[in-house]
């Protein structure tokens, strides 16, 4: 869900515009897994609705539709999930994380 275009700016340009987040957690099925990354992927016309993706993207055929998975997201995206897919199961709280973490993934490497 988040970008960093090496050619226009660099890790410490994006890190002073990005604030670290909670995450949320949420344990769902392979099916609501694969109709939530259909849903989150299609651009809405609504305040709260915009176009989010699965990092990493998700491989529809290696999902098993019975199989109950953690998947985790940014709190602040709660509201968009649920006017582009509707409410999640069971979310709860899960860890913090700062802008540099998520730089270092982003441009894989380490702390």
Do not use: C
């Not at 539709?65 to 998947?71: G, Q, S």
């Amino acid at each position: 869900m988040w970008g960093l275009d090496t050619g226009r700016s660099t890790g410490a340009d994006w890190v002073l515009t990005t604030s670290g987040d909670a995450i949320a957690l949420s344990v769902i099925t392979g099916q609501e897994m694969v109709d939530l990354e259909k849903a989150l992927a299609t651009k809405g016309t609504g305040r709260w609705s915009s176009a989010l993706a699965f990092h990493p993207s998700l491989e529809t055929a290696e999902v098993d539709p019975a199989k109950r998975y953690t998947i985790a997201f940014p709190h602040r995206t709660i509201r968009a999930i649920r006017t582009t897919y509707g409410n999640l199961p069971n979310i709860e709280a899960g860890p913090t994380y700062t802008a540099r973490e998520i730089l270092a993934e982003l441009m894989e490497m380490e702390l």
